[in-house]
């Protein structure tokens, strides 16, 4: 499947059946996960036929139903692991939509506690991403237009504005897309407009849309 039919496809999803995910597709999964890990430095996991991970008040409230798998994702604290977990966590949510599998980013709504064991000495855990086989596929969200987060003047290039296209169809905290695109030296930029819960994951997400997309790395926040 071509990634931009991938990101056009996805979308979250908080109840799911209770089908088990099939041996060769966690072989496919685990596979992602090793090369994230080794690529990043983080401590990313998945879990599965694992219910306890969302059984809480907090993620019946959330409307979850039915999550038995999950990603977690985790690592050293160091100024850009929210953004890494942002990035890598966003690779295996396309790639398990590839997959045929449906996904949601989760900043709160899991059970913690149960969660946080699984986490290294010296880690910290940065989101959860609930996985399996959707009730439904989800639904399309609203979107800012390009000319929204656009800020570099003149024509766009098909590259860059596919990159565009790409981002504004990534998931952030609230669906607040709290992000500009650019460049900078020729080299395409993306900055988040202030700081709160979960733009830095927010960041890594949206890098990796435009990056997947547009075949270009988006310059380092401190470039």
């Known amino acids: 499947m071509d990634i931009m039919e991938t990101i056009r496809q996805r979308h ?5 059946r209770e089908d088990p995910i099939e041996p060769e597709i966690r072989t496919a999964l685990d596979l992602c996960v090793e090369e994230c890990n080794e690529e990043s430095g ?39 692991i929210d953004e890494r977990c942002g990035y890598y966590g ?7 939509q590839q997959l ?15 969660i946080k064991q699984l986490i290294g000495p010296g880690e910290r855990l940065c989101a959860v991403i609930a996985l399996g086989y959707g009730q439904t596929q989800g639904k399309e969200r609203k ?20 990159g565009v296209e790409a981002a504004l169809l990534a998931p952030t905290a609230m669906n607040q897309q709290k992000f500009v695109i650019g460049t900078k ?38 470039e």
């Open 12 to 16: 979250s999803v908080r109840q799911y």
């Open 42 to 80: 983080l401590s990313i996991g998945i879990m599965y036929d694992d219910p306890e991970g969302f059984d809480s008040r907090l993620a019946h409230y959330g409307k979850f139903r039915n999550v038995n798998n999950y990603i977690y994702l985790a690592g050293r604290k160091d100024e850009e």
């Open 90 to 96: 966003e690779k295996l949510v396309l790639r398990a």
């Open 100 to 114: 045929g599998l449906n996904t949601c980013w989760v900043g709160l709504t899991f059970r913690k506690k149960r």
């Open 143 to 162: 979107s800012k237009s390009p000319e929204d987060v656009v800020v570099t003047e003149g024509s766009m290039p098909d590259w860059f504005r596919r």
């Open 185 to 222: 030296r020729g080299n395409p930029a993306i900055d988040i407009l202030g700081h709160g819960f979960f733009t830095e994951v927010d960041l890594g997400i949206v890098k990796y849309h435009f990056e997947a997309a547009s075949g270009k790395k988006v310059l380092k926040s401190r």
